[in-house]
Each structure stands twice: as C-alpha cells, then as structure tokens.
C-alpha cells in the first residue's frame, strides 16, 4: 500500500519522490522524541513512524537480536514507500546503521552522529559524558563515533531505569532523583561539561539530569540534533517538500497494543497521535508478549 495516497490523498499523481514521507523508527515510544523534534523544525514534511513496542525495550537485548528485528522494521517502512529513513533509536542505532545504510537506496539518519558531533562543538574542557542503554554503552558506538575527535574523553554510564520512569510518567520525585545521582555519579566526578542524552526517553528527564549535573553542563539532546541532520540531508539532496503542498499528515504504527501506544505516545509527541495502526511482527515478542504490555507500559497505564 503506498505511504503517500495515505498521509497525504492530494498528492500528484506524479508521484514526486518529496512528496513521500519521512520514515521514522523506534523500539518502542522514545523515538517520538525526535518525531516530535522533526515535526518542529520541518512542519510541512509528513512523517510515517513504527515502533516495535511488542519487543521493547531493545536496551537489554543482544547486539544480533536487536540487529534483526530493527531491519525487519525498517523494510517494512522501505516496502511502504518512504523518502528518508530515521533511526531513532540509539540501540537500533549501534547495532546496524552500516547495514541499513547498505541495504535501503533512501537516505538513512540516526541519532548517533548528530549528537557526537554537537557534543564536540560543545564541550570546553574535552570531558564528555554519555547517558544511554546497556545496548548502547556495551556497543561502544560513541566510542567510535568520537574517535575521529581523539582529544575528547568520552565518560559512559548505562541507565537503565530511566526508560521505565518515563514511560510510567514520572518525571520527578524521590526515587527517580536517588536514581539519576547514582546513574551520573561518575559524569559529575569526571568533570564533563557536556552530557550527551542518548537515549531518546531522556529528553523527558532533563529536569532532573539538569538538577544533578548542574547547570554548567550542556545537555545535548540525540533529538534536537537528528532533526536537524534530516533537515540538512532533505534540502541537500533535494527532497524537502513543496511547501505550497497542503498540510502534511501523518500516520503512527505499532506491532504492539495500538491503545496503549495512543495513550502513552500523546506523553511523548501530544495531540499529534490521533490513531495508531496495527504493524505486524514475524520474530518473538518480548517481554510485554504479542500485546506490548510489559512492566513499564502496565505501569504507565494505570498512574
């Protein structure tokens, strides 16, 4: 079915390649943060997002199975018809950016890059810390993101709460503050000036990872820097949208409980959700089974 006649019925028939939409990928509902970064900073570009809430949290999965399932996705968006793929997913990232590159004649972003390069930019005294997935921090992609800036020290810590304290809604309070200073003991004790957020639940947290690093540290947001390389790589090669067009729509999809993503992805990206499809997935569930349920989600939904 193609992605065009369903996000946009007034396209031409011509079928310009601009006016097909952006493809966005997530394990779950953090990518929403850079969807909602993209639907800021390019209003007139429709966007078709799939998260693989099924099988999240990819974090605490092995590199291969992570491998497998984001490119099963991914093909799914490629299948559908898309101008640009985003990754934005710093596991999905780590685990087969190469791959995806190799595999999909579309451009592909992620969420990787984009930070590391800001964070280079950024930091004064060469000390730059990274909060993430384990998936992420034991994949050392930052580390080889950052090795082409030899004179940085890259300080990591995984911080695995944190996914579950957004998607339950909490952005504040006791446990999650004893939580943060034990995730960034080590970034405050390294003395970094910059703080990468890598993954893409962090945004939601700043307040509190501002709190405990203190505010003379640049918080760099993998979101805010995605979106801008998908504006970068649009104008570049030509595909923004025309923006005499109509206004743009947009479709969310989802291999889990579509319900439960509608009412927990409105925390994320707001209003903008207003229906979300059924996307199919051929591997395993997770640990929220076929219905994406798992702890975090059963607990967002009843705080």
């Known amino acids: 079915m193609s992605a065009t006649g369903d996000l946009d019925p007034t396209a031409p028939s011509s079928g310009h390649r601009s006016d097909l939409p952006i493809g966005v990928f997530d ?13 800021d900073q390019l209003p ?35 299948d559908e018809g898309v101008k640009m793929l985003v990754i934005a997913c710093n596991s999905a990232s780590s685990a087969m950016l190469r791959d995806a590159r190799e595999r999909y004649d579309v451009p592909v972003v992620e969420v990787i890059n984009p930070a590391t390069r800001r964070a280079v930019r950024a930091t004064s005294n060469g000390r730059v810390g990274l909060i993430a997935t384990h998936a992420t921090v034991t994949s050392r992609a930052y580390d080889d993101a950052f090795a082409a800036a030899p004179h940085i ?7 695995p709460r944190f996914v579950e304290f957004v998607e339950a809604g909490v952005t504040a309070g006791a446990e999650l503050l004893d939580a943060a200073r034990g995730y960034l003991r080590p970034i405050v004790a390294a003395g ?3 703080l990468i957020l890598g ?13 405990v690093v203190g505010d003379g540290v640049t918080l760099v947001s993998s979101a805010d820097e995605t979106a801008k390389d998908v504006y970068r790589v649009l ?3 030509g595909l923004a949208r025309d923006e005499a ?19 927990l992805g409105r925390r994320f990206l707001g209003p903008e959700i207003d229906a979300v499809e059924t996307a199919r997935a051929a591997a395993e569930a997770g640990p929220g089974g076929a219905g994406g349920t798992g702890p975090a989600l059963s607990k967002a939904l009843t705080t």
Do not use: K, W
């Open 192 to 194: 970094c000036d910059t």
């Open 27 to 39: 394990s779950g509902f953090g990518g929403l943060t850079v969807a909602r970064a993209i639907l």
């Open 245 to 263: 067009r109509p206004r743009p729509r947009h479709r969310f999809r989802a291999t889990g409980d579509p319900g439960v993503f509608a009412e």
């Open 235 to 237: 104008h570049d090669q």
């Open 44 to 78: 007139n570009e429709p966007i078709v997002y799939l998260g693989d809430s099924a099988r999240q949290p990819y974090g605490p999965r092995p590199i291969a199975e992570v491998r497998a399932y984001a490119l099963e996705m991914l093909d799914q968006l490629v």
């Open 199 to 211: 993954c893409t639940h962090y945004p939601l947290l700043t307040g509190v990872i501002s709190y």
């Open 153 to 159: 020290e890259l300080v990591s810590a995984a911080c």
